[in-house]
């Protein structure tokens, strides 16, 4: 109970200062810090969510060109 409001008096002080767009951004922040606390959201999901996928396999990697010469035009 204690931990509960001390959550909603931080959300509604620091939502004083924030624009209207910035505070469900900021509320899905304490949601998630709260839910990972918790256990109830995996680090690999989060992860996932923050980072996207990563190119484990180099094979699906593109290929880096040696310089950009191509993309220049001659007029």
Request: hydrophobic share 40%; with cysteine.
């Amino acid at each position: 109970m204690l931990k509960d409001s001390i959550t909603l008096n931080l959300y509604k002080k620091i939502c004083i200062g924030l624009f209207e767009e910035h505070k469900i951004v900021y509320a899905f922040l304490i949601c998630t810090s709260i839910k990972r606390s918790e256990n109830k959201i995996q680090e690999a999901y989060w992860n996932l969510l923050i980072r996207g996928t990563l190119l484990n396999d180099k094979a699906f990697q593109p290929i880096k060109p040696d310089s950009i010469s191509y993309l220049v035009t001659d007029s």
